[in-house]
């Protein structure tokens, strides 16, 4: 299960997080992201424990898309110790996404 992450729980879940944070940022009207949300929930499902896998409504939540130039969605940032650490623009396979977080690991 992804997490809802919003502009105040931000820095906290993902900033100062000690594991891997995989986050989507996505809007309700975009195809491409209703094609990702699936895949990103399962991963949530399956890296419970061992990274922390969420998403942002860019059109609810705008600060920390604009703060790491998000201009195309779905955008699929990695975070690790606070930093991005990959980034995947557009719609990708599960793999891409689950290798990302396995490098990070």
């Not at 898309?65 to 930093?83: C, D, M, Q, S």
Request: net charge negative.
């Amino acid at each position: 299960m992804a997490l809802e992450i919003t502009d105040a729980s931000f820095e906290e879940v993902v900033l100062k997080s000690d594991k891997p944070v995989l986050v989507d940022f996505w809007a309700a009207w975009c195809g491409p992201c209703r094609m990702v949300g699936p895949i990103i929930e399962e991963i949530g499902s399956e890296y419970e424990g061992k990274a922390i896998v969420g998403k942002v409504d860019v059109d609810a939540h705008q600060e920390f898309a604009a703060k790491y130039g998000v201009r195309n969605i779905p955008t699929v940032l990695l975070f690790k110790g606070g930093e991005v650490v990959d980034k995947q623009v557009g719609v990708a396979p599960k793999s891409t996404y689950t290798q990302k977080i396995d490098a990070a690991l």
